[in-house]
């Protein structure tokens, strides 16, 4: 299902920021990162710094799954 949400960074940035904030109720640092690396793939400059900050919090491993994640999206949308 293709809900608009890949063409708009500024949506993309706004989950990060929710995982990674805990807004939505827990933190997730890998989909945080999952999110800020999708707004930057889109344009959105500053998810770049964003996903930096919490890569550093994060093991390899849940970076990596992040990473898979974010392909998968994109794929998916």
Do not use: Y
């Not at 707004?39 to 992040?66: N, P």
Request: glycine share 8%; charged share 25%.
């Amino acid at each position: 299902m293709n809900d608009g949400i890949g063409r708009d960074p500024e949506v993309l940035f706004e989950r990060g920021v929710c995982w990674a904030s805990g807004r939505s109720g827990v933190v997730n640092l890998v989909a945080a990162h999952k999110w800020f690396n999708l707004a930057a793939l889109k344009g959105r400059a500053d998810a770049i710094s964003m996903r930096r900050e919490v890569a550093e919090m994060m093991s390899d491993a849940e970076i990596a799954t992040a990473q898979r994640e974010a392909r998968a999206w994109m794929t998916a949308h």
